[in-house]
């Protein structure tokens, strides 16, 4: 099934950790083409923060059954449920 690009009608379903009208923000986050195909997006620590809060996007991580990092200031977020081993 493809997304359209701005289609954000599956934000109701998010982490009740989101804040109320911060569904937009966390609907643009996954609807990007790096996430549908199981790849990496990365966000500002302090953007998210600002935008939704840490744990609000590290819970909505962990329901999508992705991995997130932290490191240099960014999130980044692994957007598939393998295996994964930090290599350093």
């Known amino acids: 099934?493809?997304?359209?690009?701005?289609?954000?009608?599956?934000?109701?379903?998010?982490?009740?950790?989101?804040?109320?009208?911060?569904?937009t923000w966390v609907a643009h986050l996954f609807s990007a083409v790096a996430v549908r195909k199981g790849g990496v997006v990365r966000?500002?620590?302090?953007?998210?923060?600002?935008?939704?809060?840490?744990?609000?996007?590290?819970?909505?991580?962990?329901r999508r059954g992705f991995h997130i990092l932290e490191c240099g200031g960014q999130f980044v977020i692994i957007c598939n449920d393998g295996p994964m081993t930090v290599i350093r």
């Open 43 to 62: 966000r500002s620590v302090a953007d998210t923060e600002r935008e939704i809060g840490r744990d609000a996007l590290i819970d909505e991580v962990r």
């Open 1 to 23: 099934m493809r997304i359209a690009r701005h289609d954000f009608r599956h934000a109701a379903v998010l982490s009740p950790l989101v804040p109320p009208g911060r569904e």
